[in-house]
């Protein structure tokens, strides 16, 4: 009896040593799949690789993303040298479009009840498609899906549907249609189902341990965080505003410097991010033409015109700035709408002061003292003496009839500072 307990301990003790051997990184797509997941997830999959992890597990909660991005990682996925995880989760969460080809591309696939994938039409980056060209593209986008969906053993004909009809479908039913391999509540309810599963890739196989692997979470290193700032839409669009408004002030004011420098640094942050996304440089000319007719708005009397052409040049540029039909990689209405009335008060009050300023009346020199008025204190022959602007002034006039106590007004003043004055009428 002592020894049937002593071997059933030590068995025990050596399942979950074996177990605690083995280990599991995790990364996490969360928002739109754009550049910086693309530098993410096959990075994270070499990291894993190189710690020896048992498989890396990728959870996803996506509307879906850029063409380009979503390749990198599929092909990421299918050359690493480690079972690649996919993990739609938590519940509420959705894989769609671009999310569709990675839980496809991955060797296991799984799902958290309450979660939904599909609606995988392609979406159209950098030119307008005409309906041939479109239909081509679609075409593509569902021979790419089976392709992947067949090699890993799924629903393929599903798959061209998500992609050519966008259908969409929740957990239950996509595991019943072997769309995906696995439903599970929790992380730890996914690893311990897959537990000793064996995974055959290019590589070689896999046997998985994951019952009572650890977890290592896989953060994003400083490089990616800051792509995944700078490749916002909306981030770009902000960056590029203020760049536009520090230069312009700057040129307004020579010798002012901060506004010159954060306007460049946003400038070079906002021409950055247009390398990581599809930019319609007609919408930059749109905005940069607005800001030409708010100008002339304060220069020429338009009665509003301009200003009006102006927000309407400025909204149009801003709707038609990035260059792709996808939702997750556009502005939002709210914040155009709020850059085109800061723009155009920027611009009208800001001008508005400075030509006042320009136009004002010089407070000091020659052109100060023109039209100034003062009282003649003394008149001897041709020379008088006249107080203005607090000082005494020699001065001389044209009208003989000049008496000390007359008010006069300046008319011009000569190199040697003699004023000439006349009475004031």
């Known amino acids: 009896?002592?020894?049937s307990a002593l071997t059933f301990l030590f068995l025990l003790v050596s399942t979950v040593s074996a177990g605690a051997g083995y280990h599991v990184d995790e990364i996490s797509i969360n928002g739109p799949i754009g550049p910086a997941y693309a530098y993410y997830v096959p990075q994270a999959i070499q990291d894993a690789e190189a710690d020896g992890a048992n498989a890396l597990l990728i959870t996803i909660d996506t509307p879906g993303g850029l063409d380009a991005s979503m390749r990198t990682i599929v092909k990421a996925i299918e050359n690493a040298k480690l079972p690649v995880i996919s993990y739609i989760y938590p519940?509420?969460?959705r894989a769609a479009s671009?999310?569709?080809?990675?839980?496809?591309?991955?060797d296991i696939a799984a799902m958290s009840p309450g979660t939904n994938i599909g609606a995988a039409h392609p979406v159209t980056i950098g030119e307008k498609l005409g309906k041939e060209m479109e239909k081509k593209v679609t075409n593509d986008a569902v021979a790419y899906i089976k392709s992947i969906a067949l090699q890993k053993g799924r629903n393929a004909e599903w798959a061209g549907q998500a992609v050519s009809q966008s259908v969409s479908i929740p957990a239950d039913q996509a595991f019943k249609i072997h769309v995906v391999d696995f439903t599970a509540t929790t992380v730890a309810h996914l690893l311990e189902k897959i537990d000793g599963l064996k995974i055959n890739k290019a590589s070689g196989s896999y046997v998985l341990h994951t019952g009572n692997a650890l977890i290592h979470r896989i953060p994003m290193n400083l490089r990616?965080?800051?792509?995944?700032?700078?490749?916002d839409p909306n981030i770009s669009y902000i960056f590029m505003i203020i760049g536009m408004w520090g230069i312009f002030f700057e040129l307004a004011s020579p010798g002012a410097i901060f506004p010159g420098v954060i306007g460049a640094l946003s400038l070079i942050l906002a021409f950055v991010s247009f390398q990581t996304i599809p930019v319609n440089y007609g919408g930059v000319l749109?905005?940069?033409?607005?800001?030409v007719l708010f100008i002339l708005e304060v220069k020429i009397v338009s009665h509003g015109m301009l200003a009006v052409g102006g927000i309407v040049t400025f909204v149009l540029g801003s709707l038609l700035l990035f260059d792709t039909s996808s939702a997750s990689y556009s502005v939002s209405w709210t914040l155009i709408a709020t850059a085109a009335i800061l723009t155009a008060l920027f611009f009208v009050v800001a001008l508005g002061?400075?030509?006042k300023v320009r136009l004002k009346k010089p407070q000091t020199g020659k052109e100060g003292l023109i039209g100034q008025a003062g009282?003649?204190?003394d008149?001897?022959?041709d020379k008088i003496k006249v107080f203005l602007d607090g000082a005494y002034w020699d001065a001389y006039s044209d009208e003989k009839d000049i008496r000390a106590g007359d008010k006069i007004v300046v008319e011009d003043m000569d190199k040697d500072m003699l004023l000439k004055i006349k009475k004031e009428v």
């Open 1 to 3: 009896m002592k020894k």
């Open 91 to 93: 519940s509420g969460s």
């Open 98 to 106: 671009a999310g569709v080809f990675i839980v496809m591309s991955s």
């Open 224 to 231: 990616e965080k800051i792509l995944m700032v700078i490749s």
């Open 286 to 291: 749109l905005i940069v033409l607005s800001i």
């Open 353 to 355: 002061l400075a030509l």
């Open 375 to 377: 009282v003649v204190k």
């Open 379 to 381: 008149v001897n022959n």
